[in-house]
Structures are given as structure tokens and as C-alpha cells.
């Protein structure tokens, strides 16, 4: 609330809005829906973003306002590494070699290889 009651226009918040926290899915433990309305009733202008996609993420944030803003930031968690998407143990998991080598292959996989 201090932040629109100051007018500090200048301030962007960034929220990864991946829908999981250390307990399971938000839905289930803390439901923070519709997060947006609440920013938007503090005063917030509120964008929605892809947050895997950089392009997104830059326009949103360069976007001019008068107001500050928030950026939502959809994301799924531990994108691109199959066993361990939308996995609540992905949270806190210490990866095996073996697990560890095929998170690697799944996110060059998911993304590519930098070195190529």
C-alpha cells in the first residue's frame, strides 16, 4: 500500500507466478488468486507475462506508467526438466549424478545447447 500512497511511479515488482510452493501447488495451501485484482486494488498497473519469454518480460517492464507496476510473471516450475516441472520436490531436492546429468540433457533438449 506504501508504494501507490507515495507515488513511488518509478518502482517495478516482479512476482514468478509458477503455482507451486515447498508444500505443493498454491491452490491447495495458499490460494493467492486473483493476484492481480489485489495489486490493481493497491494501485498497481498489473501485466501478465509469459515469464519464460525474454521479449515479454522487457516490454512489460519498459512499458511506461504513472502508476507503479507489477509484473506478473507466469512460469512453470523447473521448466524444461521433466521429472522435476510443476514437482513440489523440486524445491528442495539434491540431484544424484545420473539426475543430474539428465536434467542437463533435458534442458539442452527444452532449450537448446548454448554451445551449438
Same mark, same amino acid.
Given at each position: ?16 507466478? *509458477? ?12 490460494? =493467492? #488468486?486473483?493476484?492481480? /485484482?489485489?495489486?490493481? $486494488? ?7 507475462? *509469459? ?12 512499458? =511506461? #506508467?504513472?502508476?507503479? /507496476?507489477?509484473?506478473? $510473471? ?43
Amino acid at each position: 500500500m506504501s508504494i501507490s500512497n507515495f507515488n513511488l511511479n518509478n518502482m517495478t515488482i516482479i512476482v514468478d507466478r *509458477n503455482k507451486y510452493q515447498l508444500d505443493g501447488p498454491t491452490a491447495e495451501i495458499m490460494d =493467492n #488468486s486473483p493476484l492481480e /485484482k489485489k495489486f490493481e $486494488a493497491f494501485g498497481f498497473d498489473v501485466c501478465s507475462v *509469459n515469464g519464460h519469454e525474454i521479449e515479454e518480460l522487457m516490454n512489460a517492464y519498459n512499458s =511506461n #506508467s504513472d502508476k507503479p /507496476k507489477v509484473i506478473i $510473471a507466469d512460469t512453470v516450475k523447473a521448466n524444461g526438466i521433466k521429472f522435476l516441472e510443476n514437482n513440489k520436490i523440486s524445491h528442495q531436492t539434491a540431484l544424484s549424478a545420473k539426475k543430474y546429468e539428465q536434467a542437463v540433457n533435458d534442458i539442452k533438449a527444452y532449450y537448446g545447447d548454448i554451445n551449438d
